[in-house]
Structures are given as structure tokens and as C-alpha cells.
């Protein structure tokens, strides 16, 4: 909602900030206004601003990272000191406690509250509800502080994510709680893991970091696909629900016309046509790519079979660029206890294989891109398959050596023999 | 800062590592543990041992990494099984097994790792 002009932070007389002034023009919310509010209550967020407007008018960074744990637990607090600490006494140490987040970040008033709270006692009281890393962040607390606010959160039931060269806490979309395109549970997928691999989260021993995140389908609201090394997307085999009813009732109202251009044409894999009021789907051919269902969404649905996709290795720069996650297991059920054991042994042989030969500071995503993914699929005991593509293929030509004729090292003089494919061998499968 | 250790004063820096690595003795590594409210036991000093050794060997500090590969490789043969010894490790060495030996055998304060996010 736009704010009237007046609405801005108004200004406190320690303020002088004419460069961070400029990000409250505009319709938007705006974390100065936000913070130019509460440096009233507290006097550490007004230096905070001060700080943070010489580092844009300086464009230089003032905060040097340090190392600091709570007994017990090797991460979780992103220990941070101001270099400018004798010009702002009060952010001489200003750490950050990641917290981890329930899933699919539903909260009750009252435990918001709760953590506002405690926040608020020990430290600063700024909260970042959630970035890329999916935890809730609390910010601005002093060595003292750090250790309090820790006892506090845990005595009230909240626990400390991850941080370092670990498995980060994990992430999920509202899944079945909120939303029918959910093809599992994903809220029960992240709460289980998180306890399996508690362990994992709170002493970093990897590598490097690992990140899962889980989505119910593949609209990816949780950004599995970009922002996790193991992306857990819900999907599911055989042929999608469609009610034909509903369907005749859509394009009843909106016409044909429309549905051609926003479903038929804008399917990736062209599989969608149309005979007479009927949508026909080719289910061989459909990706499970979610256009046709959000747009016709009362008409179609997700199939019975339901289960999830894992993929493997997105990742920011750092010794490859930035990549994008892969196909790793094509089709896995979640439903049962068995289910879940089974996944959990999956990533406990990936694991075993990245950890005792990858390099420092590798992720997986570059572990497999050095050692190849037939290397790794070796290592971890797992089948390799055709959909395990990283990107398309872009020649057309492809050398299978089973199918060629026999003699290669044939003269040069003979007439190239003619293979020709035997009809039946397409019409196998279905 | 500086702690005495019989009859000499050692300097230490805020959190209790060496200013001079030169200074380091078994009896200054115990008077560190007493700093810090640790019991040494045997555990704890092959473990402080193994630090110094590997130190030498490579310039570098063991992280928990190689301590769960090497030593808690020993331990069953699966992944989840190394990571009993961590668990034994934090045991030892409530907050931060890692940067508490170095501290204990005279190395050089760990780094912050340089990605937090
Ligand atoms: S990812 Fe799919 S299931 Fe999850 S909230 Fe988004 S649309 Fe719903
Ligand atoms: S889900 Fe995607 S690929 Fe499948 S039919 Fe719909 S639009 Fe086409």
C-alpha cells in the first residue's frame, strides 16, 4: 500500500542522511523508514543508519567478520564487529542469530511475538523474516547479549539454524497446508529432515554448505531450483486429472480464442489439443511444468500418483559459475515411513561420497561438475537415467556404438554400410 | 593479558591464545584449560598433540572436517557413524572443539569462514 509522504521515519535529531533518504521515495516500503521508527526506542539502530550512510557515501564496507558459538554449537551466529566502533560505541559488536523458521514460515501471533520479544530484550531488536537462507534473523546483539538471547530462544522452544560449512535450515513452500497444487507434504518433508539431520544443521563438518529446500510442485514458491543444492519438487506419474465439465465451462466463458493462446500454445512441450471442448493431453509428453493447471486451475489438477523430483546442484559463484539444479532421482514416493527412510538414505550415501572426496570449499553442484555425474552416480549407488539432463542436447547427432555397424576399422574403399532401424523398436514402452 | 605459569608471566590476547606461539608447554596449555574451565584429561591432550603435529605438518589447522574423516573414520564404517565423534568432540569441548585446540596447543586463531550466507 502507498504511504503518504508524511508517513516516512520521521526524522530523529542524531540522523544525518540524505543518501538513505532517497530509498524512502517511492510507493514502497522501505526498511529506512522502518528503522528510522525504531532508532527512536533504541539508540543502536540510529548509529546503525549513520554507519550504513558513510558506507554509501564512502562505498566501503565497515564490518569485519569474527567467529563467535554458543556452548554447544558450532554456527548459528553471524558474529559481526563495526570497524568505526569509536565512532559508534554501540556497534562495536553487532551479531546476527539465525533462528530456525517453522515450516512454510507459519507462525502464530503468539509466537511472533514472542521472538519480537526476546529480540527486543537482548539485542537490537531488528528481525528479517526470511531472506534467501530461510531463517528468521534477529540482528544486533552484543557478545553478552548473543549468549542471553540464545538461552531465552531455547528455554521458548526456538533453536538456532545453521550457519558455516553445514546443512543449512531447511526451507518449504505452505504445501498442502494452503494450496491444492501441493503434490506431497511438504511441511512434514522439512520438519523431518530438520530432526533427522539436527545433528547436521547445528556442528558444520561438510565441505561447504549444503541447502535443502522443498516445494510442493513446480511453481518452486520456496526457489528450490535456483537457491539449493537439493531441491525437493513435487510431481507426479500417469495422466493428469482434468474435468471435462469444468473445462466446457471455461471456454464457455472465456472462449476459445483464449484458451488456444494462454494454454495450448504456452505448453513447453506442445502436448495440449483441443477437440471440440475437450483438452486432450498427451501425458507421454507432458513435463509437468504447472502452466496449464494454474491457468485452468478449477478444470485441471496434478495426477493420482503423486510423489517428489530430486535434483541436485544449484548453486551462487564461487569455482564455477552460477548453476542451476539437475535430475538426480526422477520419481520418488513420500508418503510412507519407508519412503522417508529411503530418502534419507539417499542423501546419507551422497553425503558419504561428496564429503570424503570432495575439496575445500566445494559444493556439491561442483563436486559432481569435476568428478562427472557418472563418476558420482557410481559412488552413490544410484542408477543412472535418461532424464538425468543438465541442459539440452544441442547436436542432433549421436554416436551409439551398440547400434553401428560392426566393423569400424574397415577400409576406406568399402561402401559405408546402411543401418536401418528396425520399425518395431520404437513402439516399446506404453 | 598474560597468565603465570611457574613463576613466569606468558601473554595471551583477549580470548586466552598465545601471543607467541614460541611460549607454548604443556603446563602453559593447562593453565589455558584452567582459563577456560577445562579438566585436561588424556583425550584432550593426544587430541592437543594431534593439532601440533598436524600444524607442523601442514602449516594449517586440523578443521572438524578432517578430525570427523581421520580419527572418527575409524569408528563403523558409515557416515553417520564418524559423526558419533563429533558429538564426543563437543563433549570434550563445548564451544568449538576447533578453535578451543588451537587456542590450547599454541596455533594461531582460526579464520571466520569468509561465505556466511
Ligand atoms: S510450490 Fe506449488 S504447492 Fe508449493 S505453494 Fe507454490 S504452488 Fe503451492
Ligand atoms: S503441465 Fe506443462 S507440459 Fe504438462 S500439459 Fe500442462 S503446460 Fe504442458
Same mark, same amino acid.
Request: some cysteine; hydrophobic content about 35%; proline content about 5%.
Given at each position: ?7 516516512? %521515519? ?22 529506512? *523508514? ?13 548509529? $546503525? ?25 558450532? %554456527? ?54 526470511? +531472506? ?18 540464545? #538461552?531465552?530462544? !531455547?528455554?521458548? +522452544?526456538?533453536?538456532? %539454524? ?24 511438504? !511441511? ?37 531450483? /535456483? ?44 502436448? /495440449?489439443s483441443l477437440k471440440g471442448k475437450e483438452l486432450v493431453i498427451d501425458d507421454e509428453n507432458c513435463v509437468r511444468c504447472m502452466h496449464c ?13 503423486? %510423489? ?5 546442484? &544449484? ?31 539417499? /542423501? ?10 570432495? !575439496? ?6 561442483e563436486f559432481i561438475a569435476r568428478v562427472g555425474l557418472g563418476t558420482f552416480l557410481e559412488g552413490c549407488g544410484i542408477e543412472p537415467d ?8 544441442? *547436436? ?7 547400434? &553401428? ?26 | @593479558?598474560?597468565? #603465570? ?25 593447562? &593453565? ?14 593426544? $587430541? ?15 578443521? @572438524? ?6 580419527? +572418527? ?17 563437543? @563433549? ?12 590450547? &596447543?599454541?596455533?594461531?586463531?582460526? $579464520?571466520? *569462514? #569468509?561465505?556466511?550466507?
Amino acid at each position: 500500500m502507498a504511504k503518504k509522504k508524511d508517513d516516512k %521515519g520521521t526524522n530523529n535529531p542524531g540522523l544525518n542522511t540524505p543518501l538513505l533518504d532517497e530509498l524512502e521515495a517511492g510507493p514502497w516500503p522501505s526498511f529506512v *523508514s522502518d528503522l528510522k521508527q525504531w532508532s527512536k526506542t533504541k539508540p543502536q539502530v540510529a548509529q $546503525l543508519l549513520n554507519q550504513l550512510e558513510e558506507s554509501y557515501e564512502n562505498r566501503w564496507n565497515y564490518w569485519t567478520g569474527t567467529v563467535l558459538n554458543v556452548s554447544g554449537y558450532g %554456527g548459528g551466529v553471524i558474529a559481526r564487529l563495526s570497524d568505526k566502533a569509536d565512532k559508534y560505541p554501540d556497534l562495536a559488536e553487532f551479531h546476527t542469530i539465525r533462528i530456525i523458521p517453522p515450516p512454510g514460515f507459519v507462525y502464530s501471533t503468539e509466537r511472533l511475538r514472542n521472538l519480537a520479544d526476546i529480540c527486543e530484550k537482548h539485542g537490537a531488536g531488528i528481525l528479517q523474516l526470511h +531472506g534467501l537462507t530461510g531463517d528468521a534473523l534477529a540482528l544486533g546483539f552484543d557478545n553478552e547479549g548473543t549468549f542471553a538471547a540464545a #538461552e531465552d530462544l !531455547m528455554a521458548n +522452544g526456538w533453536d538456532l %539454524g545453521g550457519s558455516g560449512a553445514a546443512l543449512r535450515s531447511l526451507q518449504c513452500c505452505v504445501g498442502q497446508a494452503r494450496c491444492e497444487m501441493a503434490c506431497f507434504d511438504t !511441511m512434514k518433508t522439512s520438519r523431518f529432515l530438520t530432526n533427522h539431520y539436527i545433528d547436521f544443521l547445528h556442528r558444520p563438518e561438510f565441505m561447504y554448505k549444503f541447502k535443502i529446500k522443498i516445494s510442493g510442485c513446480a511453481n518452486d514458491c520456496a526457489n528450490a531450483m /535456483i537457491g539449493s543444492d537439493m531441491p525437493i519438487i513435487g510431481t507426479w506419474r500417469g495422466p493428469m486429472q482434468i474435468d471435462h465439465e469444468k473445462v466446457a465451462e471455461y471456454i464457455e466463458e472465456k472462449g476459445v480464442e483464449h484458451v488456444i493462446d494462454n494454454v495450448i500454445t504456452r505448453c513447453p512441450t506442445h502436448c /495440449i489439443s483441443l477437440k471440440g471442448k475437450e483438452l486432450v493431453i498427451d501425458d507421454e509428453n507432458c513435463v509437468r511444468c504447472m502452466h496449464c493447471i494454474n491457468v485452468m486451475h478449477k478444470a485441471l489438477k496434478p495426477g493420482k500418483d503423486q %510423489g517428489v523430483t530430486i535434483c541436485l546442484g &544449484a548453486k551462487r559463484t564461487l569455482k564455477i559459475g552460477d548453476t542451476m539444479s539437475s535430475v538426480i532421482v526422477p520419481f520418488l514416493k513420500l508418503e510412507t515411513d519407508e519412503d522417508f527412510e529411503n530418502l534419507t538414505d539417499l /542423501i546419507d550415501r551422497m553425503w558419504e561420497f561428496w564429503n570424503d572426496n570432495g !575439496m575445500d570449499h566445494e559444493r556439491i553442484g561442483e563436486f559432481i561438475a569435476r568428478v562427472g555425474l557418472g563418476t558420482f552416480l557410481e559412488g552413490c549407488g544410484i542408477e543412472p537415467d535418461p532424464r538425468m539432463v543438465q541442459s539440452t542436447r544441442t *547436436s542432433p547427432y549421436i554416436n551409439f556404438e551398440e547400434l &553401428a555397424p560392426g566393423d569400424f576399422e574397415g577400409e576406406q574403399t568399402q561402401q559405408p554400410k546402411v543401418w536401418n532401424r528396425e520399425p518395431e523398436s520404437r513402439e516399446s514402452s506404453s | @593479558m598474560a597468565i #603465570e605459569v611457574n613463576g613466569k608471566m606468558i601473554e595471551i590476547d583477549e580470548e586466552g591464545f598465545l601471543v607467541d606461539r614460541d611460549d607454548w608447554s604443556e603446563e602453559v596449555s593447562e &593453565a589455558i584449560a584452567n582459563r577456560d574451565g577445562i579438566d585436561l584429561k588424556d583425550e584432550h591432550v593426544g $587430541l592437543i598433540d594431534y593439532f601440533r603435529d598436524y600444524y607442523e605438518e601442514h602449516q594449517v589447522h586440523p578443521t @572438524m572436517h578432517v578430525l570427523v574423516q581421520r580419527i +572418527g573414520g575409524k569408528i563403523g564404517k558409515k557416515f553417520r557413524e564418524h559423526k558419533e565423534y563429533e558429538k564426543f568432540l563437543y @563433549m570434550l569441548f563445548p564451544s568449538d572443539p576447533v578453535s578451543e585446540l588451537c587456542k590450547l &596447543a599454541g596455533l594461531p586463531k582460526p $579464520l571466520p *569462514s #569468509e561465505h556466511d550466507g
